[in-house]
């Protein structure tokens, strides 16, 4: 069983940046790729940046590639999401997610097995 916990969410102003966590419980963290995703408002969950187990792969959804960064720590069991530029259309839960089968990652949140409980992110105009 793999825990995930998320933190970093918050109210920003736009233009503004945060920086989300989410640490895993378990030490083969570093086979898995990891997801984040969100939801808006009356939205269903959405893909927004992905990235595989080494940490050479990355994948953004179009609507924040230039504005956000997923990187991870091995050592540290974590995985982030550097926010930059942050508009109001970013309001969401986000949520990160572990892929336990597979190293490489994925945009479907079928393929990911685990998940956090989600952090919300707020961004004010």
């Known amino acids: 069983q793999v825990q995930l916990v998320e933190s970093g969410g918050g109210l920003v102003q736009a233009g503004g940046s945060l920086r989300l966590s989410c640490q895993a419980s378990?030490?083969?963290?570093?086979?898995?790729?990891m997801g984040w995703f969100r939801q808006p408002p009356g939205k269903e969950r959405e893909f927004v940046a992905a990235?595989?187990?080494?940490?050479?792969?990355?994948d953004y959804t179009d609507s924040v590639k230039g504005r956000f960064t997923i990187s991870r720590d091995n050592a540290k069991k974590t995985v982030y999401l550097q926010m930059n530029t942050l508009k109001p259309g970013d309001t969401a839960v986000y949520y990160c997610?572990?892929?336990?089968?597979?190293?490489?990652?994925?945009?479907?949140?079928?393929?990911?097995?685990?998940w956090g409980q989600g952090t919300q992110v707020t961004v004010s105009s």
């Open positions: 990235i595989s187990w080494s940490g050479s792969g990355t």
């Open positions: 378990e030490r083969t963290f570093t086979n898995y790729a």
């Open positions: 997610a572990a892929r336990t089968y597979y190293s490489t990652y994925h945009r479907g949140a079928d393929q990911y097995d685990y």
